[in-house]
């Protein structure tokens, strides 16, 4: 059950790539960073799967994978923003936020070979900020990638909640720790299912979506 729920997640974000590629190169429709978003998660997955196989520590790759992911989807969010404090914002927050990363692992290098939870929590939790200030912005736009950021507002936030809760629970049983992990393995799914669903409705017909 362990495995089908990771490597059908694989799936689904091969998938998704494949999709979101095709509708970037061939119809010009899909947003440049989304489709970075997607190449570089697989980038970053496969080679976590690959390491952890070899039985070698794979937390490096994972850290990278969070700033990275913070930082691609900021520039996907920032470029459908229309207002420039917005898109200053995000600017910003994104600097302020990797000078934090840089100067702690610089302080502690031994962390970037580590679970670093606050480095997890806060790249996530600014994703969420991101993809809100989208939210209320569709309110009055047309809802471009409505249902990529109600995915990401779903997984982000969700996880994030499930890693706090494992940290605070460190003396619960390991079936409590391993239903959480379960947990967070069907919402990578359903956040992944959210993108697949997006291209469904957006790029799969003749609908256009305007692109940066």
């Known amino acids: 059950m362990d495995d089908f729920l990771i490597y059908f997640g694989y799936f689904i974000l091969i998938i998704n790539f494949v999709l ?3 509708s970037f190169f ?19 997955q496969f080679t976590m799967e690959f390491l952890y196989h070899l039985k070698k ?5 994972m850290n990278s994978f969070f700033i990275g992911q913070m930082v691609i989807l900021g520039l996907f969010y920032r470029s459908l923003y229309n207002l420039d404090v917005q898109k200053k914002f995000v600017v910003v927050a994104l600097t302020l ?8 692992n610089a302080f502690d290098p031994n962390l970037l070979f580590k679970f670093n ?36 507002v779903i997984y982000m936030f969700g996880a994030t909640v499930l890693l706090l809760l494992g940290n605070l629970t460190t003396g619960l049983s390991d079936d409590f720790k391993y239903i959480s992990w379960r947990i967070n393995a069907v919402l990578v799914i359903v956040y992944y299912f959210f993108v697949l669903f997006e291209w469904i409705k ?3 017909n003749k609908n256009s979506i305007t692109d940066v």
């Open 20 to 22: 979101y590629t095709f």
């Open 26 to 44: 061939q119809k010009g429709k899909a947003n440049v960073f989304f489709v970075a978003y997607l190449g570089f998660s697989f980038l970053m």
């Open 57 to 61: 520590n794979n937390l490096l790759v």
């Open 97 to 104: 936020v990797l000078v934090l990363l840089i100067a702690q």
């Open 117 to 152: 939870l606050p480095q997890i929590t806060v790249t996530s939790l600014l994703i969420v900020v991101f993809a809100l200030i989208h939210f209320y912005n569709i309110l009055t736009e047309k809802k471009q990638y409505y249902y990529i950021t109600v995915g990401v």
């Open 202 to 204: 957006s790029f799969s």
